[in-house]
């Protein structure tokens, strides 16, 4: 039965005080940011002191698109920040009482998994969430910014301390190639808010002259086959099952990064592609959401190129072996 087994050596150790770091930040920046008013995201339509009939310069058009936007963006923040929230004190307890051994997953992959995923998560909606309220700054959402950054700090804090461990003790997820393999699941995870936020301007009628919907379904789709193949792959390793795959798991793995090279490249045109038409036209709507696209999808495929390439180096060692 698992007993609660803490002594001052624990709350001395390193992982307690940075996981307990990142909890305390964590828990300030969403109470910080819910706390908000709807003017303070960027809502001009609630501001106290915004009156449409009397601003020359207001556009009425442009308030559902910008409504729809921060709003998409406002929940991907706020459930990032909650939902490592809720992971990290799960592990913190669960830590203490000594519990993970009864659980059937490779706890040392798991923490790391959700240290790195947490500081790439979590640095995203750090500067995801200045973009929204950078119109209306104001000390509450400059207090919630500067709580994301120290709470990416934190979590960067934890994946030092786990990685300056033995072999052992850190798992596979925190060597090099286990990295690269969270980074490829957090540039699908960025796509989701971002393809959202493109359906709905494209079900709104609000494509661009010249632009057109498929490449759009196309980015979806191989958006969504990447990402299920990291989660599927990030899943074995943590529930240790690489033993019982049907297939040898150095080679799927190969192939799972060699199709994400493919089909990456393949989006990264279709991204820069956008862009251009986008610039061409003279017109920087959607112009940002494009660049953050472009830029999200080019660090991702520089994982996929890198982790292809520790995997043909593995399946050369073995070979030779």
Known sequence: ????????????????????????????????????????????????????????????????????????????????????????????????????????????????????????????????????????????????????CLTVLAYCGEVWVIRGQSQEHRGYMASLPGILKILQCWGGCQMIPLF???????????????????????????????????LASIAVILCDCTGRCPFPFHRLLAGFSLLGVVFYMVTTVLCVTNVLQLYKQVNTDGSELAIMETVIVSITLLAYTVDFSFSIKQLCERGHG
């Not at 669960?94 to 240290?115: D, E, H, Q």
């Open 1 to 148: 039965m698992p007993v609660l087994a803490l002594d001052a050596r624990d709350c001395a150790s390193p992982l307690f005080l940075v996981r307990m770091w990142a909890l305390l930040c964590g828990c300030l920046t969403f109470s910080l940011v819910a706390s908000l008013e709807p003017w303070q995201l960027g809502n001009t339509r609630h501001h106290p002191q915004h009156d449409p009939q009397h601003d020359p310069q207001h556009n009425p058009r442009q308030d559902p698109r910008q409504q729809r936007r921060h709003c998409t963006f406002w929940i991907a923040c706020m459930f990032t920040w909650c939902f490592f929230f809720t992971l990290t004190l799960l592990i913190h307890v669960l830590n203490v009482i000594r519990f993970y051994s009864l659980l059937p997953v490779s706890w040392k992959n798991l923490t790391v998994t959700v240290a790195v995923l947490g500081a790439l998560m979590t640095l995203s909606a750090s500067v995801l969430f200045p973009w929204m309220v950078t119109e209306h700054l104001s000390p509450r959402p400059l207090a919630a910014t500067v709580a994301s």
């Open 196 to 230: 959202v936020e493109r359906i709905a301007a494209a079900n709104a009628g609000e494509l661009h002259a010249g632009e057109q919907a498929w490449p759009l379904w196309v980015s979806v789709g191989l958006y969504n086959v990447c990402l299920l193949m990291s």
